[in-house]
């Protein structure tokens, strides 16, 4: 499976989630809320009947407007129904102004006494309406100097929406699982051709440098052969320069796209000892260009690594760092918590963002120089690194280009 | 001299054929495999070059009956050299990659044929080298750059990490005869050959 498809799993099934639960919060919060609802036209019911089912007389409510019980939501939608009078456990009391007296004018309640009740209806004369110890909905209403206090028992409402949110979040859960295995099986399908025009065309590759390169060298031979015959000429000439161009590509086509896992051949390579040596080297070439090279290689930096392709990469980065430093470049080289990581920086002329697609095959950039490059070596590099199991990075920011691999 | 030169395409036959015999001498050239076993049962050479692809044929194993007879083997490769050379997928004297110039093949040619018929023997501590048979004694067959490495090392010349796949494959096959000796980059020093308990 590569990368893209993985990805593709993942965010889709992020996607999938955050849908699901945006879905599933709606409806547990309308649910909740619709409770609350059902509860406080309860006892704006029983407020509406002076405190009690058994009053059968409608009375006025000073906090409230009368409603008319035919204004009641029935059925489905609503909390009312010909047996409300009988199934909504509830007690009121009546308090006189100062909260001294108290009368019960309804108990149906089993959880607590009528004593703790009249306690309980007490802390709440001061109050409106709300939630009371967990599932309990009160409202507290005037009339006629006395203060009522209702307060009914929604637990068994409740425990069905705590259900509903219970049941949501295993759907949810469930979802996902299932959805996991169909993308699995539908990214599989979406990259499948993708994988194989992504083979197709590094076989195509592969297949074109080597049909490049008998050619390349025939030509070379009768040019060689036409000029010890008849001595060199502009056309010779011109055919050898066209021929170095195109054995430098291909060359640099050998780079491309075709280093993966397999082709690692690890062996313990001393990196500290390469870095310096490659680095050491070039001294000259940078200064000769203008470029003042900074380096700082931790020693004894050992790391298990293909020597070819670890060259290779190290040769890329310098050549990259010639090509496009203005002034100064550097190399540092770390093991940073188990990591080794090489960092090379220089300052450039590229804008800021110009290395997001600088992995990407055949990305030419420009440097201050005006030359162009093949758009291959970090490429290469990249190709490396992540058959190496590292990864690689590169930002321009204010001028200065970074390059991170992490092995 | 003589040079048999193997490859499935006559063109390169013919360009190449024409320029080895005004650089060497006597140039025999064999389209497959088949026609190479003939030839060297039949004949003598001083140098065999063959393309890694040859028709008819398991490179590898005439490569193997080619060396054994001792005749130094120039194998012509599609890709990097340092890489073959590393996972050594023909055990060849000396490779040499398309595309390639006469100046390219004349260089490898003469390199192979100087130390071939040179006679020589090297001591890489307590390794000894038999050049002109491109191997260590009694041990595994060597390249030509390999004992170009080992050369340059012994008589203080530079070696740099461009012969990294070089320096990696002798150190592979000093490890497979059980010798000490290893080449290690050295601060400041550079490449060198050390003992083990060094």
């Given at each position: 499976m590569n990368k893209a498809e993985k990805k593709f799993r993942l965010y889709a099934i992020l996607v999938i989630f955050v849908l699901l639960t945006s879905l599933l919060a709606v409806i547990n919060a309308v649910n909740f809320t619709m409770a609350s609802q059902d509860a406080d036209e309860i006892t704006q019911m029983i407020a509406s009947r002076q405190g009690s089912f058994d009053h059968k007389n409608k009375r006025s409510v000073d906090m409230q407007p009368q409603i008319p019980e035919k204004d009641f939501r029935m059925g489905p939608m609503g909390p009312s129904s010909p047996e409300t009078d009988s199934s909504v456990r509830y007690f009121t009391f009546a308090f006189s102004e100062d909260g001294k007296d108290a009368k019960v004018v309804a108990f149906h309640l089993s959880a607590v006494t009528e004593d703790e009740a009249m306690e309980w209806a007490r802390e709440l004369i001061n109050e409106e309406t709300g939630w009371t110890r967990g599932t309990y909905r009160y409202r507290v209403y005037k009339?006629?100097?006395?203060?009522?206090?209702?307060?009914?028992?929604?637990?068994?409402?409740?425990?069905?929406?705590?259900?509903?949110?219970?049941?949501?979040?295993?759907?949810?859960?469930?979802?996902?699982?299932?959805?996991?295995?169909?993308?699995?099986?539908?990214?599989?399908?979406?990259?499948?051709p993708i994988e194989e025009a992504d083979r197709k065309q590094k076989n195509f590759i592969k297949g074109a440098n080597k049909e490049f390169r008998l050619p390349i060298t025939i030509i070379n031979g009768n040019t060689e052969l036409a000029e010890r015959k008849y001595g060199p000429d502009d056309q010779t000439r011109s055919t050898r320069r066209q021929l170095n161009k195109l054995n430098a590509l291909v060359n640099k086509l050998e780079t491309i796209g075709i280093f993966e896992n397999e082709n690692v051949t690890p062996s313990q390579i001393p990196l500290s000892e390469y870095l310096n040596a490659a680095l050491d080297r070039d001294v000259e070439k940078f200064a000769s260009c203008g470029i003042e090279l900074n380096y700082d290689i931790a020693p004894d930096v050992n790391i298990s690594a293909d020597p070819e392709a670890m060259v290779r990469v190290i040769d890329e980065l310098i050549e990259n760092a010639l090509k496009f430093s203005m002034t100064k470049a550097s190399f540092t080289l770390k093991s940073d918590g188990g990591r080794t990581v090489i960092e090379a920086q220089n300052d450039t002329n590229l804008p800021d963002g110009a290395a997001d697609q600088i992995f990407d095959r055949f990305t030419r950039l420009e440097n201050a120089k005006g030359e162009e490059n093949a758009g291959l070596g970090l490429a290469y590099v990249k190709d490396v690194v992540t058959a190496h199991n590292g990864r690689v990075s590169a930002a321009v920011a204010g001028g200065t280009f970074t390059l991170r691999i992490a092995l | 001299m003589r040079i048999l030169l193997a490859a499935p395409d006559r063109d390169l036959l013919e360009c190449y054929k024409e320029i080895l015999e005004t650089d060497f001498g006597e140039t025999v050239t064999a389209f497959d495999g088949a026609q190479v076993i003939s030839l060297i049962s039949s004949e003598n050479f001083d140098t065999v070059i063959l393309d890694h692809d040859l028709p008819l044929t398991d490179s590898r194993k005439l490569i193997e009956r080619i060396r054994d007879k001792g005749i130094p083997v120039i194998v012509l490769i599609n890709g990097s050299v340092s890489v073959t050379c590393l996972t050594e997928k023909v055990p060849a004297t000396a490779y040499l990659s398309y595309p390639f110039t006469s100046d390219g093949i004349k260089d490898v040619i003469m390199n192979v044929c100087q130390k071939s018929s040179s006679g020589g023997k090297l001591t890489a501590g307590g390794v000894e080298i038999d050049v002109s048979g491109f191997r260590i004694q009694n041990g595994p067959y060597l390249t030509a750059g390999e004992i170009d490495v080992l050369q340059s090392l012994l008589s203080g010349g530079s070696v740099t990490t461009e012969d990294g796949a070089y320096i990696s494959a002798l150190n592979r096959k000093f490890s497979e005869i059980g010798a000490a000796e290893q080449i290690k980059y050295r601060p400041e020093k550079g490449f060198g050959l050390v003992t083990n308990n060094e």
């Open positions: 009339d006629q100097g006395m203060t009522y206090v209702t307060v009914i028992d929604q637990g068994r409402e409740l425990i069905a929406s705590y259900r509903i949110l219970i049941i949501s979040a295993i759907g949810e859960a469930l979802c996902l699982l299932i959805g996991w295995f169909v993308l699995l099986a539908i990214a599989r399908k979406i990259y499948a | -």
